[in-house]
Structure formats: C-alpha cells, structure tokens
C-alpha cells in the first residue's frame, strides 16, 4: 500500500509557472508507474504526465513542451513542473501510483490560472 499526498497548488497568473510534489509514503524506486491527472469542473479526470519503472515518459498533448514529469527516488517524491500555463490548466491535480495492478490516488491540489 502507498499513501500519496501532493502539495504545491495555487493560484497563478497566465504564462507563469508552478511544481506540483507527489510525496509517497514508501519507496517509488520499484513502482510500477506514477502519473499527474487533473479534472476540472464538469470534466472527466484525464492523465496530464505518466512516468514508467524504466523511466519512460508520456504527456497529455495539451501540455507537451510546457509540462515535465520527474521523481527524486531518493525522497520518494514525483515532480510536475508546469510552465507556461494557461487558463485550461486549471483543476484539481491528483497524483497517481501503479503498485502491481492496484492504483492510489493523493487527495488533490487545486491549480487555478487566472487571465
């Protein structure tokens, strides 16, 4: 079992930046994959960045060239650095953990750009 807590949400004005924290209560080095989903009001959730064991990385189209997906294996810790941000961005951000086939979910921090 992983617990996850996210932390760096805000306000921000359009064009500015902000990282997203993804700590886990356990060692991430052997998880299966880790992600940032965000959903907004009226919205499904959908997959901003995902992050594989072997380090493979995939990107929500909406956020390729502006969004990087990292981890620190030594503070258990997954990163979403997000430049450039526009106004869509703005959701509740949730992190995601793949332990074997079973998925764990942070509370959420809320992102709002505002123009």
């Known amino acids: 079992q992983v617990q996850l807590v996210e932390s760096g949400g805000g306000l921000v004005q359009v064009g500015g930046s902000l990282r997203l924290s993804c700590a886990a209560s356990?060692?991430?080095?052997?998880?299966?994959?880790m992600g940032w989903y965000r959903q907004a009001p009226g919205k499904q959730r959908e997959l901003v960045a995902g992050?594989?064991?072997?380090?493979?990385?995939n990107y929500a189209d909406s956020v390729k060239g502006r969004f990087t997906i990292s981890r620190d294996n030594a503070k258990n810790t997954v990163y979403l650095q997000m430049n450039s941000l526009k106004p869509e961005d703005t959701a509740v951000y949730y992190c995601?953990?793949?332990?074997?086939?079973?998925?764990?979910w942070g509370q959420g921090t809320q992102v709002t750009v505002a123009s």
């Open positions: 995601n953990a793949l332990v074997g086939l079973t998925e764990y």
């Open positions: 356990r060692s991430i080095f052997r998880l299966n994959a």
């Open positions: 992050l594989t064991l072997g380090g493979s990385t």
